[in-house]
């Protein structure tokens, strides 16, 4: 079949069809991602500066005493003034609810609604909650409500369904108070022992060798000034660039992160990082997973007094 259609086309239509062919591989070829910007920053050698869009602000960083401002504005009469859910407006809360001719009269702009439901605020100092929450989540819910509850949107536009009629934040005064809010789920004894194990705890990594956390993270976190620090640059691309898993100052990655997440790395290990399961209590990891946050925002002891 091909070769009647070959012998039945021009020398002229044969040349044009090669040609698109050509054109048609040539395009196949072009990268689809935009290589230019990578490349520069590999070229500019192994400089650690934050993503061109970083997710939260980095300098300066949030800070919980900031934040404990906003809630004292915003949030206390229904959240409570410490967090528990008990604020005076909580027992009252009800959220819209449907009934089966909702969604259809919705066609024809009717808004039909069922009987309102209770809905009750969260309680910040519920641990179990708090740690199946990244902070990304968090800033998503306040920002936008939470549809179907009476958590209101304190963005500019509310999703789907939040209630909205509430004060406007800005994203800065967001992460500020969803900062202020995670300090309720550990202590400031908690987040210093943290801060202790990290830097000061000497553990076997296997191979016969001991170290610290921030002999491979860094003191600060970033991956580098730690004895084992260019050990694991040296064996991770991420880790050169600073940026990836481990690197504690890649903003976008951690704001993504859960604290169960972390958790269970240090737990089981991951990658060139060996397990902890055995060598630390559960207590101690959660203390450090605690601290490691506190490389993204500025943690106020005592609520910030
Ligand atoms: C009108 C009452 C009300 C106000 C004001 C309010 N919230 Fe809420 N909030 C709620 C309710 C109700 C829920 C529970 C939603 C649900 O059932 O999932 C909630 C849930 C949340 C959650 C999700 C917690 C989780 O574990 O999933 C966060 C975070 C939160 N609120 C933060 C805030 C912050 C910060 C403010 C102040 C800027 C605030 N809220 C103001 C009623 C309120
Ligand atoms: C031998 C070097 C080394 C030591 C010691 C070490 N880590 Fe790691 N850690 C790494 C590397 C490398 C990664 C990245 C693993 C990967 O490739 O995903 C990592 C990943 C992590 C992660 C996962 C981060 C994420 O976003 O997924 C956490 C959390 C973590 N380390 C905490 C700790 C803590 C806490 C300690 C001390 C108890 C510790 N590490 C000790 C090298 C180390």
């Known amino acids: 079949m091909t070769a009647v259609m070959y012998r039945v086309l021009s020398r002229q239509s044969r040349a044009l069809v090669i040609l698109v062919l050509l054109a048609a591989v040539a395009a196949g070829c072009q990268p689809t991602v935009p290589l230019r910007g990578a490349v520069t920053s590999q070229g500019a050698g192994l400089a650690q500066a934050p993503p061109p869009w970083p997710l939260a602000p980095v300098d300066p960083k949030p800070s919980a005493a900031r934040g404990r401002r906003v809630y004292e504005q915003a949030c206390w009469p229904c959240h409570g003034q410490e967090g528990f859910g008990d604020g005076p407006a909580a027992a009252t809360l009800v959220a819209p609810h449907k009934n089966p001719l909702t969604d259809f009269f919705r ?9 309102d439901l209770p809905s009750r605020p969260a309680n910040f100092h519920n641990q179990v909650a708090q ?17 179907h509850t009476a958590m209101p949107a304190f963005g500019p536009k509310a999703a789907y369904g939040a209630n909205r009629g509430f004060p406007t934040l800005t994203d800065d005064q967001i992460w500020d ?36 956390c921030a002999a491979c993270h860094g003191p600060d976190g970033s991956g580098r000034g730690g004895a084992l620090s260019g050990e694991m640059a040296a064996r991770l691309w991420g880790w050169a660039q600073g940026e990836g898993p481990g690197i504690f100052t890649d903003v976008n990655l951690m704001l993504q992160r859960k604290p169960s997440e972390l958790y269970q790395a240090i737990w089981i290990g991951r990658g060139h990082m060996p397990a902890y399961q055995g060598k630390l209590t559960e207590d101690e990891v959660w203390a450090l997973v605690d601290y490691l946050w506190t490389f993204l925002y500025e943690y106020e002891p005592g609520r910030g007094q």
Request: a positive charge.
């Open 107 to 115: 066609i024809f702009g009717v808004t039909v609604k069922g009987e």
């Open 131 to 147: 740690r199946l929450n990244s902070p990304f989540s968090l800033f998503e819910t306040i920002k936008l409500g939470r549809p």
């Open 177 to 212: 108070v969803l900062f202020y809010v995670k300090t309720w789920s550990t202590t400031p004894a908690q987040v210093a022992r943290g801060r202790d194990l990290y830097r000061n705890r000497a553990l076997d990594i296997g191979g016969g060798r001991q170290a610290t």
